[in-house]
């Protein structure tokens, strides 16, 4: 599975994005799809992850009530829908999916095997 994140950019704080995670040469069918974000000088952090099929999502807390993550089952694609946004959201945002993802390990890198190329975000105060 090849994915390609895009929708990032530069905004003030308070301001919105919506980032799109497509796959390319396969479904995200039976995958689990989540975002991760790593800025400067910090580990790559889990975001939040949704199961394509079910649509069950998993948010972290320090965007729960101003992100959301959905899917478009038609349109293969993966969103992350970000409202509020704060300069400390600044970060590369990686889209990644996997087929064994489970409620232990939603949240850990190597739970996904499959990794976009990461879209920046930049948030001004």
């Known amino acids: 599975v090849q994915l390609q994140a895009s929708g990032g950019g530069s905004v003030q704080a308070g301001g919105s994005l919506r980032l799109s995670c497509v796959a390319s040469g396969r479904t995200f069918r039976g995958h689990t799809v989540a975002w991760f974000r790593q800025a400067p000088g910090q580990e790559r952090a889990f975001v939040a992850s949704v199961k394509f099929s079910g649509g069950a999502t998993n948010t972290a807390e320090s965007v729960k009530g101003r992100f959301t993550i959905s899917r478009d089952i038609a349109k293969n694609t993966v969103y992350l829908q970000m409202n509020s946004l704060r300069p400390e959201d600044t970060a590369v945002y990686y889209c990644?999916?996997?087929?064994?993802?489970?409620?232990?390990?939603?949240?850990?890198?190597?739970?996904?095997?499959?990794w976009g190329q990461g879209t920046q975000v930049t948030v001004s105060s």
């Open positions: 990644a999916a996997g087929t064994t993802v489970v409620s232990s390990n939603v949240a850990s890198e190597t739970a996904y095997a499959y």
